[in-house]
């Protein structure tokens, strides 16, 4: 059944109930009111009446002539013989009279059309008094027919302001629901019609319009992630294909006679430097697959100054003659001790490999009320500027141009981005200001 149907017959039954409830009870109580006002002028009547003296019959055609309301009298002998007394009223049949009698009350009582009233005269016999209910009854249909027009009325002037109130309503349910199925059948572009105000329906357009915002994004975030992977998974097919295909090169050259020694330990040399360089390449995709698949980080208080300074000594260490300058604040911050030296590790490995001993290189840490922000600078060549727009990706492939003389694997940068990630903070790549190279920024929240 449709939400249309539902309200208007809803509608329908609490006006029905309501009007029939209340318009019952006014026509109820209208012509009990009527009924008891007759009973008590009858009653006043009967109690005119002489049952002990020899003139009671008199008593009555006196009470009757003097009735303000239109009432029979008649008298029944011990015998069962009916004598009328006073006709104003209705006509009173010898049945009809027997029939009364047997009642035996002492009260007015309602039988059939009539109001009736017996009284035992203490000389012998009985007196029925009968007045008419035809007038009161007809009243009473007037009323019920009165009260059925008012129904209909008030159910048709109801339905039309139901109507009236929820059309517009209507209307935007009707658009959702269609904006909804176009969007259960794959539309996303659907657009979900926008309703001012502070009503259910307002609420309801508001929340769908966000959950398909929301599920837009998560739809581009899982094609895009999607597409990082395909992308990666190509890369590393690639690195790991070529060291291959030289190894086998080399070790089909070797099968043949005509190579000499020098030859010979020379194309070992090469195979040896493949395998290693495959080996660095495997290594960094478990460390980026153990960073991915780490539940929780293991927070401890680290002193960020000790790792970042240890991280300098062991850059100069690789090149002594580079110069390495260092700006840290004293700062402890629970994080992960082991992802953050493996920061910086990446970060000095890559300066080490693609940046000349006589270029210098920076560290720096500082801190603020909410976060520590650590530099990583160099004065190289630094990077192109499409790859300072584009970032990094723990899945997309840094510097596919990198040199393979350099040892190294064209990883490390995508291992940062996820360690930062992973850390709760995030990695920047900019141009260095004072140094002209790279400048590797990591913001993590204290």
């Known amino acids: 059944m449709r939400l249309t149907t539902k309200l208007f017959l809803s509608t329908a039954t609490l006006v029905t109930l309501g009007t029939a409830a ?35 019959l008199g008593d009555a055609l006196a009470v009757g002539q003097e009735s303000d309301v239109p009432i029979s009298i008649a008298f029944v002998s011990s015998g069962g ?79 039309t302001l139901t109507w009236l109130a929820l059309r517009k309503d209507m209307r935007s349910i009707k658009r959702l629901n269609a904006a909804a199925t176009a969007i259960a059948s794959g539309d996303l572009e659907a657009t979900i019609p926008r309703k001012r105000g502070n009503s259910e329906i ?18 581009s975030v899982e094609r895009e992630s999607k597409r990082s992977i395909e992308s990666f998974i190509g890369d590393a097919s690639h690195e790991l294909r070529t ?69 300098a000594e062991n850059l100069s260490i690789l090149g002594p003659k580079r110069k390495v300058t260092h700006k840290l604040d004293q700062v402890t911050l629970d994080t992960d001790r082991d992802l953050l ?3 910086f590790a990446n970060a000095i490995s890559n300066i080490h490999r693609y940046v000349p001993v006589s270029k210098e290189a920076a560290i720096s840490v500082t801190k603020s009320s909410k976060s520590v922000t650590i ?47 992973h850390l709760g903070g995030e990695v920047k790549l900019s141009k260095s200001r004072t140094l002209g190279g790279l400048c590797i920024t990591l913001k993590l929240p204290r």
């Open 375 to 421: 530099k990583i600078e160099d004065a190289g060549a630094g990077l192109p500027s499409e790859f300072y727009k584009a970032g990094l990706s723990g899945f997309q492939r840094f510097d596919p141009k990198h040199s393979k003389t350099s040892g190294g694997t064209g990883l490390g940068m995508n291992i940062m981005g996820s360690i930062a990630e």
């Open 81 to 159: 013989l009916v004598t009328l007394i006073h006709d104003d009223g209705p006509k009173v049949s010898e049945s009809l009279a027997l029939e009364l009698l047997r009642s035996k009350r002492s009260t007015s009582f309602e039988h059939g059309d009539f109001l009736a009233r017996t009284l035992k005269l203490d000389t012998g016999g009985d007196l029925v008094m009968v007045s008419s209910l035809a007038t009161i009854k007809g009243n009473l249909n007037r009323n019920l027919i009165a009260l059925g027009l008012l129904y209909v009325g008030v159910l048709l002037l109801m339905l």
């Open 341 to 343: 030296t493996q920061f």
């Open 202 to 219: 307002a609420e309801l357009a508001r929340s769908l319009d966000s959950m398909v915002d929301r599920l837009q994004t998560a739809i």
């Open 243 to 311: 060291p291959l295909t030289v190894i086998r090169g080399y070790s089909e050259l070797l099968k043949t006679a005509k190579a000499d020694q020098k030859f010979k330990n020379a194309a070992l040399d090469k195979i040896v430097g493949e395998v290693d360089r495959m080996s660095r390449l495997v290594e960094d995709l478990l460390l980026l697959a153990r960073i991915g698949q780490k539940p929780d980080v293991e927070r401890t208080p680290v002193n960020v100054e000790d790792v970042a300074l240890t991280a």
């Open 22 to 56: 209340v318009g019952v009870s006014t026509v109820a109580v209208n012509y009990s009111s009527e009924v008891k006002t007759l009973a008590t002028a009858m009653n006043r009547d009967a109690s005119l009446i002489d049952v002990t003296s020899y003139d009671a």
